[in-house]
T-cell receptor, first 113, second 113 residues
Framework: GDSVTQMEGPVTLSEEAFLTINCTYTATGYPSLFWYVQYPGEGLQLLLKATKADDKGSNKGFEATYRKETTSFHLEKGSVQVSDSAVYFCALTRNTGGFKTIFGAGTRLFVKA | NAGVTQTPKFRVLKTGQSMTLLCAQDMNHEYMYWYRQDPGMGLRLIHYSVGEGTTAKGEVPDGYNVSRLKKQNFLLGLESAAPSQTSVYFC????????????FGSGTRLTVV
């Protein structure tokens, strides 16, 4: 079945450091890929998306490229801020069957001032 | 702009008690979902609905029931609560999740003692 694997955390960085959170997936067909962010005590919020191979999703300085050849969707940001501290979830959504979404386990990011 | 509203936000139940979690959305979305979030496991789908009057099982449906009598509401019931159902429950809705992703509520933290 479909699955999403993302790097274990926590990831601890200093402010202005470069961020990479790895995400790989297993799925048949052509799912859409997403990154969601969860701040403490809140629900998940959509951060960015890519709906087909080679698409690049971007938002708030974060980027991720849908790589079908490596089944990956790694999240990157050039310069993190303290306010980026949160839990990040990689996810895939099928285009059929009720648009069910499979989530990775989440990666907690701590950014130090 | 309310989005997705979950009630209650917190609840403590005794083993064997029953309760209903309410999810309401004001975006006219067809698709609604209930997930549970447990440490290190990401989010797992309990039940979902593809429209008013429809429901379907997700990955972990045992011990839960749902109803979607009105398009804007999706209720999650616990018939006889067990400690294993201690979790944070999230409701989400979507217009077309493969293209737009989910909108999440802020969650219900349930403890079963």
């Amino acid at each position: 079945g479909d699955s999403v694997t993302q790097m274990e955390g926590p990831v601890t960085l200093s402010e202005e450091a470069f961020l990479t959170i790895n995400c790989t997936y297993t799925a048949t067909g052509y799912p859409s890929l997403f990154w969601y962010v969860q701040y403490p005590g809140e629900g998940l919020q959509l951060l960015l998306k890519a709906t087909k191979a080679d698409d690049k999703g971007s938002n708030k300085g974060f980027e991720a490229t849908y790589r079908k050849e490596t089944t990956s969707f790694h999240l990157e940001k050039g310069s993190v801020q303290v306010s980026d501290s949160a839990v990040y979830f990689c996810a895939l959504t099928r285009n059929t069957g009720g648009f069910k979404t499979i989530f990775g386990a989440g990666t907690r990011l701590f950014v130090k001032a | 702009n309310a989005g997705v509203t979950q009630t209650p936000k917190f609840r403590v139940l005794k083993t064997g008690q029953s309760m209903t979690l309410l999810c309401a959305q004001d975006m006219n979305h067809e698709y609604m979902y209930w997930y549970r979030q447990d440490p290190g496991m990401g989010l797992r789908l309990i039940h979902y609905s593809v429209g008013e009057g429809t429901t379907a099982k997700g990955e972990v449906p045992d011990g839960y029931n749902v109803s979607r009598l009105k398009k804007q509401n999706f209720l999650l019931g616990l018939e006889s609560a067990a400690p294993s159902q201690t979790s944070v429950y999230f409701c989400a809705s979507s217009y077309s999740a493969a293209n737009y992703g989910y909108t999440f509520g802020s969650g219900t933290r349930l403890t079963v003692v």
